[in-house]
């Protein structure tokens, strides 16, 4: 798999997950085009990059998974701090003339450079995850249920809590993570009214470096452990493992997001802490839309995950979990529930 950094191209020796690279040299993305006829395809990472332990590494389980089941070549593109769309145009440009197909941008920021780019390749298909507001006949928007996901963990919270004090980190307060927000409140709320939900975000946009700076989410953490939160669920991309670090020193619960980050190697000695993860099966969402393009049918228009699909979940990885069966009894019941309809959850606080 070769990985492109502001859009030039380093050979990376790497297993999937395993975040470790070697460079072993550069060449540009026109010549990787003629260098061979092997498909390839192509992501492209939000804030935070491959490493932050959740929402791209999801992504690059996806595009990993892609290249042993399928055979096709990967290229991953990492994003420069504080970039601007004509960056992001550029980035997409340059994957496109390179021959991938598809390329997919990893977070809603990729909106306004693919509504530039994808026109100007009708014959490649463009993948983007968590938006729906651009659309065309080669786009694929992959969406997700996070309110869903994010209720469960609420119920969860409200079962673990001991304080009858939980707490909710936002990265950045877009539309997108007041969904995991909502739900989160919502989840607690319907399971003990008594329970406080204390929430933070991080950054007001323009500032989105609630995604990628984990001091700041563990100086939110320290903060909502100080006023007797014993549990804490973090949507906060890279800077929710700065979350993840307070919490685990102070000998209380985190919920974790997007990937199941029990299981990240980056996160390991604070794995014991994290008690569940509100995934989002962005792997797969991957997967799916690089296989339609390799099968002939490519996806096109909205592609929804939710609860009733798997396509959000909660995590039972940490065998403290599972023993509490009072709290799984609650998430299990919760989740019939909702994908019965008997449970409406709310897209915004």
């Known amino acids: 798999m070769r990985r492109i950094t502001r859009i030039a191209t380093v050979g990376v020796a790497s297993a999937a997950l395993a975040l470790t690279a070697t460079a072993c040299g550069n060449t540009s993305s026109s010549d990787a085009a003629s260098d061979s006829k092997e498909k390839s395809v192509a992501i492209a990472y939000d804030i935070g990059g491959r490493g932050d332990q959740s929402f791209n590494d999801a992504a690059y389980a996806g595009l990993a998974k892609a290249e042993k089941d399928l055979k096709v070549k990967g290229n991953d593109a990492e994003p420069s701090d504080g970039e601007s769309d004509a960056d992001k145009v550029q980035r997409l440009t340059e994957l496109a003339r390179a021959g991938n197909n598809p390329v997919i941008g990893v977070g809603f920021a990729y909106a306004p450079a693919i509504k530039k780019v994808a026109p100007k390749f009708p014959k490649t298909t463009f993948g983007i995850i968590d938006d729906s507001s651009v659309t065309g006949k080669n786009i694929a928007n992959m969406v997700f249920n996070e309110e869903q996901g994010s209720y469960l963990a609420g119920v969860a919270a409200a079962k673990a809590t001991k304080s009858k004090t939980v707490g909710f980190i936002g ?11 909502a739900g989160y409140a919502q989840g607690v709320k319907d399971t003990d009214p008594s329970v406080k939900v204390l929430s933070q975000y991080l950054t007001q946009p323009p500032n989105f470096d609630g995604f990628s700076k984990p001091d700041l989410g563990k100086a939110a953490a320290q903060g ?11 949507a906060a991309g890279l800077a929710g493992s700065g979350s993840i670090e307070a919490v685990s020193a102070a000998g209380k619960w985190n919920i974790g997001v997007d990937s199941d980050q029990y299981k990240q190697a980056g996160l390991a000695q604070y794995k014991d802490s994290i008690l569940t993860s509100v995934t989002k099966d962005i792997a797969d969402a991957v997967f799916n839309l690089i296989k339609s393009v390799e099968d002939g049918e490519p996806q096109n228009g909205e592609i929804r995950y939710g609860l009733d699909k798997d396509g959000v979940g909660l995590t039972d990885s940490n065998p403290a979990y599972v023993k509490l069966t009072e709290v799984t009894a609650a998430v299990d019941k919760a989740k019939q529930e909702i994908v019965d309809g008997k449970i409406t959850v709310k897209t915004a606080p």
């Open 171 to 181: 990265g950045v307060e877009t539309p997108l993570i007041k969904k995991f927000e």
């Open 224 to 234: 909502q452990l100080d006023k007797k939160a014993d549990v804490i669920y973090a």
